[in-house]
């Protein structure tokens, strides 16, 4: 069955950065879009950035572009997501997606938390 699971959250001030992984198994990883998505504490879920199967397109939300940056490595079934000049706002629990055969699935995500 399709896992995703996401790594590399914490606690980063202000202007600082934080890398984010997610590991994919139960699928063919490089021939699939994958997707980064947050939810805030109290809000709803916001789409962050996603790249397509052979990392040749990327696309972000306006709120984050300039400052993170999507990729993916297929031999290791890993998306990332460098996330650089950090602000309050981008605190909350950051998921990797994927849509599979018409499905969405999403990790149980990892906890991003910007503050000084």
């Known amino acids: 069955q399709v896992q995703l699971v996401e790594s590399g959250g914490g606690l980063a001030q202000p202007g600082g950065s934080l890398r984010l992984s997610c590991a994919a198994s139960?699928?063919?990883?490089?021939?699939?879009?994958m997707s980064w998505a947050r939810q805030a504490p109290g809000k709803g879920l916001e789409w962050v950035s996603k790249i397509w199967a052979t990392g040749s397109e990327t696309s972000y939300a306006d709120s984050v572009g300039g400052r993170f940056t999507i990729s993916r490595d297929n031999a290791k079934n890993t998306v990332y997501l460098q996330m650089n000049s950090l602000k309050p706002e981008d605190t909350g629990l950051y998921l990797c997606g994927v849509n599979r055969n018409g499905l969405d699935y999403r990790g149980k995500g990892t906890l991003v938390t910007v503050s000084s």
């Open positions: 139960g699928f063919t990883f490089s021939s699939h879009v």
